[in-house]
């Protein structure tokens, strides 16, 4: 069993203020290694995830070097996993895909679960 992380945190840079404290999750300010949020594989530490600039980390078997892009430090900032949107059609509105039309705009059904955008056809 391979137990090698996938990916690991380059050093910090120095002179770069830590995070201020957020109404996030809690956990994300105790002690010890978390998964990144977007970051599958890449395990934090305390100072790591509360590090104020994009963290730069490397795979563990390529040594190929990555640097964190701003969308995975909002989330990691916010300590929040991404869901991912659902795009659906509503019933009776699937002609307008076969057809090949373009859809007229677009909204947001709030009430499925996890909200899923639907296209509008006219």
């Known amino acids: 069993m391979n137990t090698e992380p ?3 945190c380059l050093p910090l840079k120095a002179g770069v203020k830590p995070l201020a404290h957020r109404d ?3 956990s994300m300010y105790l002690p010890g290694l978390l998964e990144h949020p977007m970051i599958d594989g890449l395990m934090l530490s305390l100072n790591e995830r509360l590090f104020g600039d994009l963290l730069e980390y490397k795979n563990t078997k390529t040594g ?3 640097t964190e892009g701003p969308t995975e430090k909002r989330f990691r900032i916010m300590w929040k996993k991404p869901y991912k949107m659902n795009y659906v059609v509503p019933d009776g509105m699937i002609d307008g895909l076969v057809s090949g039309k373009e859809p007229t705009g677009y909204y ?3 009430l499925d679960n996890p909200p899923t ?3 509008l056809y006219n």
């Open 24 to 26: 996030n999750d809690e």
């Open 117 to 119: 955008i639907r296209a």
């Open 64 to 66: 190929q070097v990555f």
């Open 108 to 110: 947001l059904g709030l």
């Open 6 to 8: 996938k990916f690991v």
